[in-house]
């Protein structure tokens, strides 16, 4: 028995989802060598398996994880005396990089117990009863997010009961998070690295690596598409001209605005203004 879903997200956000499953898989399920291009998770909620991934082999079991990253070649296949049943969900996102290392999942530990993790099952299945109940354009995103972010809360927190207790220290995660959330409270003013390294307590360069460190982008490669995303979502759910939407996302000069949305979008945003438009009537039809 399996039920999976598939969304294709229309604009890039923090946590996206790509598609989602349960399964009760086959004695003989194997699946791959695969490589995939997105972030993929298995929880496997009862029977055990292998995960081949780097040249190891891992047994995995009921209540653990396993995870795949973009890029990486794998290979899974259950234990046809004792099969699996699990489900899965891939995602990507500006928060993916980050919203794994909080959960303590990278390369080097692709497979990990949870407890609690049954509750991740609950999440998928509302996952799938939403994508299953909404024509894609008429998605409740909140629920979507929601439900994402409720997963990664549980791989979290079973992440930092497991580990030693330490002596209260601020690491690197740390530091990233409360940029994050500045950025997305503050974004629509004038704001500079310098501002948001001075917030989370860090010299500028040190700031700037750690920050490239864990999510593979740059505070200033970061801010810019956050305002840029930001800029597509008001294009698309407002009457609001170029210029104004330049200012309510913090880059108030049109002419520095248009070029950076072009640059990230690859379309300026007059042209992206009419090009949804022309979706909006044809979608009318």
Not at 84 to 104: H, N, V
Not at 117 to 130: K, M, P, S, W
């Amino acid at each position: 028995m399996k039920v999976e879903s598939f969304h294709m997200p229309s604009i890039v956000s923090d946590l996206d989802l790509y598609y989602c499953g349960v399964e009760v898989v086959e004695r003989f399920f194997t699946c791959g060598p695969h490589i995939r291009d997105r972030y993929l998770i298995h929880y496997i909620i009862g029977g055990s398996g292998f995960f081949d991934c780097h040249g190891r082999r891992y047994r995995v079991g009921g209540g653990e994880i396993f995870a795949i990253f973009p890029g990486e070649l794998t290979y899974y296949e259950t234990d046809p005396d004792d099969p699996w049943t699990f489900c899965w969900f891939a995602f990507g996102g500006r928060r993916s990089k980050e919203m794994l290392q909080r959960a303590g999942i990278s390369h080097d530990v692709p497979v990990r117990r949870v407890h609690g993790g049954d509750a991740i099952r609950g999440y998928v299945e509302l996952l799938n009863e939403t994508l299953h109940a909404y024509p894609s354009r008429d998605l409740p995103a909140a629920r979507i997010h929601g439900a994402l972010y409720d997963i990664f809360a549980v791989l979290e927190l079973s992440y930092l009961a497991s580990r030693p207790a330490m002596p209260a220290k601020a690491d690197a995660a740390d530091y990233v998070g409360k940029a994050l959330q500045f950025i997305e409270t503050h974004y629509q003013s004038p704001i500079s690295i310098k501002n948001i390294a001075d917030y989370v307590g860090l010299e500028r360069t040190y700031f700037t690596k750690q920050f490239t460190k864990a999510t593979g982008e740059s505070p200033q490669q970061y801010l810019i598409k956050y305002r840029i995303d930001q800029a597509q979502r008001l294009l698309s759910t407002t009457a609001m001209t170029v210029g104004q939407v330049g200012k309510s996302v913090g880059i108030p000069e049109l002419a520095y605005f248009s070029r950076l949305f072009k640059k990230v979008v690859g379309v300026a945003p007059k042209q992206h203004g009419l090009r949804l438009q022309a979706e909006r009537r044809g979608a009318g039809r």
